[in-house]
T-cell receptor
């Protein structure tokens, strides 16, 4: 039962254009969502997050949008740069009970930004 | 600032041997998490500790796996005896409980190969 899904295994974008990475979830107990970026042979690095009480959070070139009714979030990168090429993971935090604080990760999307 | 430190970075051993993975969390972080990443299952949580106490070990696959956190600055994940299907990248992450909505910070992982 995959509670967090990233349906696109890969995405290819031209430098300077927008990258949009998508994530869907099924568990209505998730209250906090995060995006991590991962380079080969390194651990995931925290990128940006959003609380379930908001629908948008922006940090420089990175914006995360949350649509609670659709149980969908997306990460926008504008403008995309070659250094953004990495695997991007969506993660969701469980708000309640004994599972509080646990993160559930999606399978990841490989982003390639071409010069 | 020093991040999460994991050792060894790579481990190759024969099946049946005991394997010990080590993690030093970020100083001041109260929670520590062990994850395993495989192609088939992605990034999955094995166990997490809060203030050195195991809170949820439901992700630990079998009794062959055990984890300890004897103090706030050190944790181990042990596999005994190891099997080829344990081959994966194991990540440790830590998080501060100061304030709301703190992200987890990951180490660079241990790549484990069981022959």
């Amino acid at each position: 039962d995959q509670q967090v899904k990233q349906n696109s295994p890969s995405l290819s974008v031209q430098e300077g254009r927008i990258s949009i990475l998508n994530c869907d979830y099924t568990n209505s107990m998730f209250d906090y969502f995060l995006w991590y970026k991962k380079y080969p042979a390194e651990g995931p690095t925290f990128l940006i997050s959003i609380s379930s009480i908001k629908d948008k959070n922006e940090d420089g070139r990175f914006t995360v949008f949350l649509n609670k009714s659709a149980k969908h979030l997306s990460l926008h990168i504008v403008p995309s740069q070659p250094g953004d090429s990495a695997v991007y993971f969506c993660a969701a935090r469980n708000a309640g009970g004994t599972s509080y604080g646990k993160l559930t990760f999606g399978q990841g999307t490989i982003l390639t930004v071409h010069p | 600032d020093a991040g999460v430190i994991q050792s060894p970075r790579h481990e190759v051993t024969e099946m049946g041997q005991e394997v010990t993975l080590r993690c030093k969390p970020i100083s001041g972080h109260n929670s520590l998490f062990w994850y395993r990443q495989t192609m088939m299952r992605g990034l999955e949580l094995l166990i997490y500790f809060n203030n050195n106490v195991p809170i949820d070990d439901s992700g630990m696959p079998e009794d062959r796996f055990s984890a300890k956190m004897p103090n706030a600055s050190f944790s181990t994940l042990k596999i005994q005896p190891s099997e080829p299907r344990d081959s994966a990248v194991y990540f440790c992450a830590s998080r501060s409980e100061q304030g709301v909505n703190q992200p987890q910070h990951f180490g660079d992982g241990t790549r484990l190969s069981i022959l």
